[in-house]
């Protein structure tokens, strides 16, 4: 089985950033909701990203953008790629496309819908699959996606515990960690980072 990426959200500061470097993660993303606690400003988001070791992805996470609003954050932090939570209209997809992870949330019931039109789009890139559910029913999950030919990126309600499991039946592309390696909403604990990474590759192996 191919390796799974990793991915951490919320990265804030240097010590996150850090964390995420060390335990060689694949990716790593700025949020650009001003609403949430892991907020970053681009101005600290592209600091941060200059930082970033080689081969190591940043991603901007971004909730309902305004797409003037969108532009200047990415003039001043042009990320490698947009995660794309809420908004589910064709403009602001086709606008931010098309290196896009396209949010989809496991309980809604459009689920099955939405997997089918994003897997249709040129301007999605891969499908994030926010899990809901606690615990969250996999096998259910693979039934829906079993058919989706694009990478497939879940996250949400993903813990220590539960990832391997999540990778043994879903089979994504790439996991997600953001609440399980903080300690606070915001505040991403490096130990906490290493044993993500190491339940995945775990997993893997």
Request: charged residues 25%.
């Amino acid at each position: 089985m191919a390796r799974t990426r990793i991915k951490i959200c919320g990265i804030r500061d240097d010590d996150a950033l850090l964390a995420a470097a060390e335990a060689g993660v694949d990716a790593v993303g700025f949020v650009f909701d001003a609403a949430s606690p892991r907020y970053v400003d681009p101005d600290t988001a592209f600091a941060l990203m200059s930082a970033l070791p080689p081969f190591m992805a940043s991603v901007a996470v971004v909730r309902d953008p305004d797409i003037d609003a969108f532009v200047e954050i990415e003039e001043t932090c042009p990320t490698m790629y947009i995660q794309l939570h809420g908004a589910d209209h064709d403009k602001i997809v086709k606008a931010l496309g098309p290196d896009l992870f396209k949010v989809v949330a496991s309980d809604s019931p459009t689920f099955a819908s939405d997997l089918e039109r994003w897997e249709r789009s040129e301007d999605v890139l891969a499908i994030f699959i926010e899990c809901q559910g606690s615990p969250v029913d996999w096998e259910g999950l693979a039934r829906h996606t079993d058919h989706v030919a694009k990478p497939l990126i879940l996250g949400g309600a993903l813990t220590v515990a539960s990832v391997a499991d999540a990778i043994r039946v879903v089979r994504p592309y790439a996991v997600d960690a953001s609440a399980c390696v903080e300690t606070s909403p915001g505040s991403i604990d490096a130990a906490m980072v290493e044993r993500f990474c190491a339940a995945v590759r775990s997993a893997d192996a």
